[in-house]
């Protein structure tokens, strides 16, 4: 027996969504008897010549039952675009100014089981990401929170709860043409689905769901501790949640109070999505948002501050600058620095500077990029020269530095932390 146990303030007013089908006229049935205070929402879009009856109907059910119905007639709206994307819209505007003038503490919506699978299914065709694969209980939306108690149920236990409990219903005829996707996916796969496809889909989309909090969960703990962010997992969320994301890690990372309007956020989305490697976009006083290759960066106008240097290392030994730490005491030979190389010069980089990798001759400009050294670095990043003016090592550019040598070389101008090259 289909029962309703979702746990409501007595005390609150609820906006319950009902078309006068089976699934909401089940719903508004198990809220009466659970003593629940709603106010039945009801649309007429006069597309069937059933809807002027539904809506006497729902009318004298209500009278009967004593319960508060507000009713959405749209005869004299005019319609813009497709039809079901207009029709939600005109929906939730209305269930949004009857929350706001009853007090609502939620909106019950009748989607079951049926309804939570089509969607996974059509979430699939589409091949879209989204922040909850099917439909989830409890969400927030237009500021209103949504209710779905019935997501365990299928279309079928609730026409059998109607049948048993003598629940007036009427069946939407139109649910069974195939002009839009979701009557197709309904006619075609949802009603050939045996009890274990059911539940082989379920468990799908529970997983995919576990997966998608788990990357969230860790996207937010990465912009708590680190200082940049992968460009494919940032688009890889929805709108609400990328503005959400980048204006923590924004408000994160800069020295400064930035504002970001949508307008901006906008702006940073097509940034990431372009296929320019190398993109910069100022966001207020010295500070900007950096798109290198894969990933997003803060920038600020330390680094530019910097001037060009050189030091000379006289023997294997320890030099300490502003820019940089050496210790090449016992040696730097796997940095194929050796002993009648000295002295040493390491300096900024110069225009024209040739750098031997892998026994070919190279231009360092294009060393740089295939190594994604970040723009704000290739101006100052350092170059090791021997007694002759050669170029004889550049520290490779990594995201993560570790130093396993015996020889130690700390880069010092990362305006957050110093880096250990690890060769």
């Known amino acids: 027996m289909v029962h309703f146990s979702y746990k409501f303030s007595p005390s609150k007013n609820y906006i319950l969504a009902c078309s006068y089908g089976p699934d909401s006229m089940s719903l508004f049935d198990m809220l009466y008897k659970a003593k629940c205070r709603f106010i039945v929402c009801f649309v007429n879009y006069h597309k069937r010549k059933e809807s002027d009856q539904e809506q006497k109907d729902i009318t004298a059910y209500c009278k009967k039952l004593g319960v508060k119905l507000e009713v959405l007639d749209t005869k004299g709206m005019k319609q813009k675009g497709n039809f079901q994307e207009w029709a939600r819209e005109a929906r939730y505007d209305f269930f949004q100014k009857n929350y706001k003038k009853y007090n609502a503490a939620g909106v019950f919506v009748a989607h079951q089981q049926d309804d939570l699978i089509e969607t996974f299914l059509m979430q699939k065709m589409r091949n879209a990401h989204v922040k909850e694969y099917g439909l ?20 079928e236990d609730l026409l059998n709860y109607c049948r048993e409990n003598q629940v007036p219903y009427s069946i939407d005829m139109s649910n069974f043409e195939t002009k839009y996707l979701r009557n197709q996916i309904r006619k075609d796969v949802i009603n050939h689905l045996s ?26 703990k990465r912009i708590r501790i680190a200082n940049e962010l992968e460009i494919r997992e940032l688009i890889a969320l929805d709108r609400d949640e990328f503005a959400e994301v980048l204006m923590e890690f924004v408000s994160a990372n800069s020295p400064v109070h930035v504002d970001l309007s949508a307008g901006r956020i906008q702006e940073i989305r097509k940034m990431c999505l372009s296929q320019t490697p190398n993109i910069q976009m100022p966001l207020a006083d010295g500070v900007s948002l950096v798109k290198e290759y894969d990933i997003i960066t803060l920038g600020v106008d330390e680094i530019d501050n910097l001037k060009p240097y050189s030091y000379i290392l006289n023997k294997p030994g320890k030099l300490s600058t502003p820019e940089f730490d050496v210790d090449f005491t016992n040696g730097a030979e796997e940095r194929k620095i050796f002993p009648k190389d000295y002295p040493i010069t390491i300096r900024s980089p110069l225009p024209g500077d040739m750098v031997e990798i892998g026994h070919h001759i190279c231009e360092l400009r294009r060393v740089f990029i295939d190594w994604k050294v970040p723009t704000k670095y290739r101006k100052v990043w350092p170059v090791f020269c021997d007694k002759k003016g050669k170029v004889i090592y550049i520290p490779r550019y990594r995201k993560t530095f ?8 700390i880069i010092k101008f990362t305006n957050t932390k110093e880096i250990k090259n690890n060769g």
């Open 195 to 220: 009890e274990i496809d059911r539940e082989n889909i379920l468990k799908e989309i529970h997983d995919l769901n576990m997966e998608q909090e788990e990357f969230v969960s860790g996207l937010e």
């Open 136 to 155: 989830n209980e409890i969400s927030m939306l237009r500021d209103m929170i949504v209710i779905r108690p019935l997501l365990m149920y299928t279309k």
């Open 402 to 409: 570790v130093d396993n040598h015996k020889s130690t070389f």
